[in-house]
Structures are given as structure tokens and as C-alpha cells.
């Protein structure tokens, strides 16, 4: 019980935060990522056993220059592309492969590529067509919300049959399901009340959510499961570090950048 109200105290102080820089200012959201960027490449570097200060420096120059500058569209959809194909780099790793080969090789690929343009895609997320819309990055947080609270109460309560033992032996295909319908309806009432964009997109959102969010919970979960740790981090009571936090949403955010790219072309 103390557990619970612990990591729900947590929970609602970090999601407190979270709304409020969104909906404070595009300026704010960008510095509250940034730190959140930091604290995030460090657990990272630890979890993948890489000592670098370089990569601070990367990562603080590609969130100003692509999220906050917007220095070039076209290096910016580049930027997506690949880091797209790194994504899907690490789903076959995670799918066909003992252990993801971060701690033998590429690892500056998969942190710039994967974690870094996880953060430089939530920047550009809310930022359509020259204005900031905190309400398309707030829909996006609440399905990742959604998503990871049905699947945990729904697989901790009637899961039966795992998803990927092997990787994560807690997660079921019944939580995943779970996860799945909670968002759906999730989107129906985000497009009732936030009214930013058509029902068909905030579907489509949450299906992306759903299934690419929980491979980036299991891609973290193989991270962790090598490097030999529970949690990547300590910062946040019940829940681990910022890392733990943002794994689902990290490794959709390219996606869903992609998708809203596209819809703007067709919609246009």
C-alpha cells in the first residue's frame, strides 16, 4: 500500500510538471525537456556502460538547432528518416537477437539516432505549420498515460499469458489488449475536448502509441535486462529514473512526427 502511494505521489507531481510546461509555453516545454533530456542521456550512457561528455553537447546542440531553430526542414525530415530506420533497427534486435550489440559497438548511433531524436521529435511533435499547439503534445502524453495504466492494471489483474517473457516476464498479451482499448477510447475523448485535430488521427495516434510505445518499453527492457539493473534510474519514488518514464513515448515520437508530417500533405 505504501508502495502504491508513493509511486502515485510521483506519478501525479511528474505529470503536474509535464502539463504545465506544455501548456505554459513552447519555450518552457523546450527547457523542461532539455533537463529531462539530460538526466535521460546520462541514465542512458550508464545503462550502456559510455562514459562521454560529448554527448551532452550533442544533444543540447540538436534540440536547439532542429526543434527550437527549425535550421533546415530537410535536414530535419533526414533526421526523422533515419532515425526512423534505427528504430526499426532495434525492434529486429529486440525480436531476433540475444542481446541488442549497443555494448559492443554503435553506440553513438543509437544515442543520437534513438534516444537524442526521441526528444528532438517530442519538441517538433506540437509545432505545425509555424505555431505551437500544447494540446497535439498533451493528447499524445495522455495516450502514453493511458496506455501504460490499463496495461498495468489490467495485466496485474487478469494477465495470463506472456508477451515476451524472455525480455520482460511482468508484461502479458491481456495487458497489452488492456493498454490498447484504454487508449482508443482514450483518443474519442481526447478529440471531444481538445477539438485540435480530426477523430481519425487521434486513432491512428493511439495505435501508434499502443504498439510502437510498448516496443520501446521492451527495447528498454532488454537495455536494462543486459546492463544487469531493475530500474535505469533512482530519481523518481516508485517508478525508477526519467528514462523508465519515457522509453514508450522516446521511441514513438519519430513515428508520430512522421505521421502528422504526412497527414499535412494529404490534408493540404
Known amino acids: 500500500m505504501k508502495e502504491l502511494l508513493v509511486r502515485g505521489i510521483s ?19 523546450l527547457v523542461l525537456f532539455f533537463v529531462l533530456g539530460i538526466l535521460t542521456v546520462n541514465e542512458f550512457q550508464k545503462l550502456v556502460r559510455l562514459r562521454s561528455y560529448v554527448s551532452f553537447i550533442i544533444f543540447g546542440v540538436l534540440l536547439y538547432m532542429l526543434s527550437y531553430k527549425l535550421l533546415d ?7 526523422a528518416f533515419i532515425a526512423i530506420f534505427i ?3 532495434l525492434l ?3 525480436m531476433v537477437t540475444s542481446g541488442i550489440p549497443m555494448f559492443h559497438k554503435k553506440k553513438y548511433i543509437t544515442l543520437i539516432f534513438y534516444l ?8 517538433l511533435i506540437p509545432f505545425r505549420n509555424g505555431f505551437f499547439y500544447p494540446n497535439i503534445i498533451v493528447g499524445v502524453f495522455i495516450l502514453i498515460w493511458v496506455n501504460d495504466s490499463f496495461a498495468y492494471l489490467i495485466g496485474k489483474n487478469f494477465g495470463r499469458h506472456k508477451l515476451l517473457e524472455r525480455i520482460s516476464p511482468k508484461k502479458t498479451i491481456e495487458g497489452f489488449l ?26 491512428t495516434l493511439a495505435i501508434f502509441v499502443s504498439v510502437l510505445g ?9 537495455f536494462k535486462r543486459q546492463a544487469g539493473v531493475k530500474d535505469s534510474g533512482f530519481l523518481m519514488p516508485g517508478h525508477g529514473g526519467i528514462y523508465d518514464r519515457l522509453d514508450s513515448v522516446l521511441y514513438v515520437s519519430p513515428f508520430i512526427y512522421a505521421l502528422l508530417e504526412i497527414m499535412d500533405v494529404y490534408v493540404s
Open 92 to 94: 529486429k534486435d529486440l
Open 11 to 29: 506519478g501525479l507531481l511528474y505529470i503536474t510538471i509535464i502539463i504545465f510546461s506544455m501548456f505554459a509555453s513552447r519555450e518552457w516545454f
Open 87 to 89: 528504430n526499426l533497427f
Open 178 to 203: 488492456g493498454g490498447f482499448m484504454g487508449s482508443i477510447i482514450a483518443s474519442f475523448i481526447i478529440f471531444k475536448y481538445l477539438n485540435s485535430m480530426s477523430l481519425g488521427i487521434w486513432i
Open 214 to 222: 510498448t516496443i520501446g518499453d521492451l527495447i528498454q527492457s532488454k
Open 73 to 79: 526542414i530537410n535536414a530535419i525530415y533526414l533526421y
Open 116 to 123: 537524442i531524436a526521441g526528444f528532438v521529435f517530442l519538441g
